[in-house]
């Protein structure tokens, strides 16, 4: 089959049965691997007694997610194995259009918990599980189609979700491009501040600050690609080369983030975003086809599905048209509300408008009992000079997301709530029972990133807060939700 055979519209907004199934496989694996991850911090990011109780959660998204807490019982693991078997479940198929939506429900819960160990990774994969939600996902390798529980495959679904879809990945891409509007992007230093930021870059990453020329050219080659690669899907002549072609370049240069980076899921979750765009035709040259076009009805009404999809479809245009130009675009009201209960609301402000600049790692003194000073994330005596795998102080990519957002003029009960922890954690071991801990401070060691070729200045300690740990911090009040 060439290209030809398939209709303008179906190769444009179509989405093939065998891309989506292969999407669904390694989306619904990641689900599972991410709530696996989770697990290991449930304790300390995830319960009441951990570093950030619920009471500090932002109030926007909370009213639609799961309660995390019901009469003093944490249920945090609970949601989070349900997840793992909720992933596994729709990579196989297996009742998918329920899991996806037990998935997706699961996901905008642990964010609304949590939202400060969140990364650009965990908002794109609760977009595409509401998208994966109305997309025929299981007409080819899954346990549906054995079971009869789902129609024959056609060769190129084209409905109101796959447009939506489609112009989903454009969008995110042309607008993370269009945010990126600081100078760093335009004159080529923005490859090199970006792995200046130590919490956030791998060995490898490392040794590319070595070379600043390919990291300059990275980076002019990376704004190009994100304001040219979304109108390139869409060019109507040798549409499958075009579209291959892109897809392969974002997969290579997404990898090539995960070889520098350490930024949790992000770079397989934006893989994983492209595969439904494979065009029929790769797989037809593979020699991959099950089954002819069923003409059973659809299980759902079609013209209300295809009402509302088209609905959220228009509605998260005009928000990502907000996020570039707030002047132009303001949503408020019940409509606003529903937007975030339904977290479509959405940022693609990677590395924007600029990366950032200043940098740096924390430290937890605390004052014990026989008089020493211990750094309680490090467990030695504290030191001003630059820990040795910085990625790696606080455990996890979690960890480090959660540290970085400390650092910002908003985050004093975050900062108290991560010290009385560290307070307690301490006291509960069995050195802490020993040599228990009377005061701990918390400090910011502080690292300016010079600019390529300048010399490095030295490093600011930066107390941000001291709290006995004889003497509980006040208990936050309870907030309202506010209109947002």
């Known amino acids: 089959m060439t290209n030809t055979d398939y209709p303008l519209k179906e190769r444009l907004f179509g989405l093939d049965a065998r891309s989506l199934a292969l999407f669904r496989i390694v989306l619904g694996s990641l689900v599972a691997i991410d709530a696996v991850d989770r697990l290991r911090d449930l304790g300390a990011l995830y319960t009441e007694v951990g570093a950030f109780p619920s009471v ?5 998204g909370v009213r639609a997610a799961l309660p995390f807490q019901v009469m003093g019982v944490e249920l945090g693991g609970m949601w989070l194995v349900l997840m793992f078997f909720a992933g596994v479940a729709m990579a196989l198929g297996w009742r998918t259009r329920v899991f996806t939506v037990v ?66 990945i454009a969008v995110l891409y042309l607008v993370t491009g269009i945010l990126k509007s600081g100078h760093a992007w335009f004159d080529g230093t923005a490859g090199w501040y970006a792995l200046q930021i130590d919490t956030f870059t791998g060995p490898i990453g490392v040794w590319m600050r070595n070379f600043p020329g390919i990291l300059w050219a990275s980076t002019l080659f990376i704004i190009s690609l994100e304001y040219v690669g979304s109108f390139i899907l869409f060019i109507p002549w040798k549409t499958t080369w075009f579209r ?3 897809l392969l370049t974002y997969v290579v240069f997404h990898i090539s983030l995960e070889v520098m980076l350490q930024i949790g899921w992000f770079p397989w979750i934006s893989v994983a975003c492209w595969l439904p765009l494979i065009p029929g035709e790769v797989w037809d040259r593979l020699g991959w086809w099950e089954g002819t076009v069923d003409a059973r009805p659809r299980l759902w009404p079609s013209r209300v599905v295809d009402v509302f999809v088209g609905a959220c479809l228009f509605v998260v245009l005009w928000w ?17 509300l529903a937007i975030f ?8 402000n990677m590395y924007a408008p600029s990366p950032l600049r200043d940098d740096g790692w924390w430290r937890a003194d605390a004052a014990l009992a026989d008089g020493s000073t211990l750094d309680l994330i490090t467990g030695r005596p504290p030191v001003l000079s630059k820990p040795m795998d910085v990625p790696g102080l606080y455990g996890s990519s979690r960890w480090n997301k959660f540290m970085r957002s400390m650092w ?4 004093k009960e975050r900062q108290t709530a991560y010290a009385d922890w560290r307070c307690r954690s301490w006291n509960e071991s069995d050195e802490g029972k020993e040599n228990p801990a ?11 990133t010079p600019r390529p070729g300048a010399v490095q200045k030295p490093v600011t300690p930066v107390t941000v807060t001291t709290l006995s740990c004889d003497a509980r911090p006040k208990a936050t009040p309870k907030r309202r939700h506010k209109k947002v």
């Open 56 to 60: 500090l959660a932002p109030p926007a």
């Open 103 to 168: 998935c997706w429900v699961l996901q905008i819960s642990i964010q609304a918990r949590n939202p400060w160990v969140m990364y650009g990774a965990d908002l794109l994969i609760r977009t595409l599980l509401f998208w994966g939600i109305f997309l025929p996902l299981n007409q080819v390798m899954s346990l549906d189609r054995r079971a009869g529980r789902a129609k024959a495959p056609e060769r190129t679904p084209l409905t109101v979700a796959t447009l939506a879809y489609t112009l989903q």
């Open 244 to 246: 291959m072609a892109i």
């Open 320 to 336: 990502n048209l907000g996020t570039v130009d707030p002047k132009l675009v303001s949503i408020r009201g019940p409509v606003r």
């Open 341 to 348: 209960d339904l977290r479509l609301d959405q940022n693609w």
């Open 408 to 411: 910002s003029d908003d985050a």
């Open 438 to 448: 009377r005061q701990v401070t918390l400090t910011f060691v502080k690292k300016m």
